[in-house]
């Protein structure tokens, strides 16, 4: 059974920097896509960005681009979403999330396997 377990989240002040951090357990780490969602009371919730097993490719939503990196740690089972330029509209319940699957629609739809117990971000000043 896999785990995810996000770390990160808090208070930034508009314009300001985060960086969140997901471990994964219970299964080999490399035979995972992973990636980041979030969710505002009230609303869907949104693809933010995933990552491939091999870190080599990248997608981002479009309300993040450029501003938000993802990357990964093979090493360290870890996944990590860097927050630049962060503006009140990021403020959410971010989850991480990990499929055998990259891309297509389980990534579009979020309808993936594995899902973290979600970490608030809070963009305010």
């Known amino acids: 059974q896999v785990q995810l377990v996000e770390s990160g989240g808090g208070l930034a002040q508009p314009g300001g920097s985060l960086r969140l951090s997901c471990a994964l357990s219970?299964?080999?780490?490399?035979?995972?896509?992973l990636g980041w969602f979030r969710q505002v009371p009230g609303k869907e919730r949104e693809f933010v960005a995933s990552?491939?097993?091999?870190?080599?490719?990248?997608n981002y939503g479009d309300a993040v681009k450029g501003r938000f990196t993802i990357s990964r740690d093979n090493a360290k089972n870890m996944v990590t979403l860097q927050m630049d330029s962060l503006e009140p509209e990021d403020t959410a319940v971010y989850y991480c999330?990990?499929?055998?699957?990259?891309?297509?629609?389980?990534?579009?739809?979020?309808?993936?396997?594995?899902w973290g117990q979600g970490t608030l971000v809070t963009v305010s000043s």
């Open positions: 999330a990990a499929d055998k699957a990259f891309g297509g629609s389980k990534w579009a739809l979020g309808t993936l396997e594995n």
């Open positions: 990552i491939n097993w091999f870190g080599s490719d990248t």
């Open positions: 219970g299964r080999s780490f490399g035979d995972y896509a």
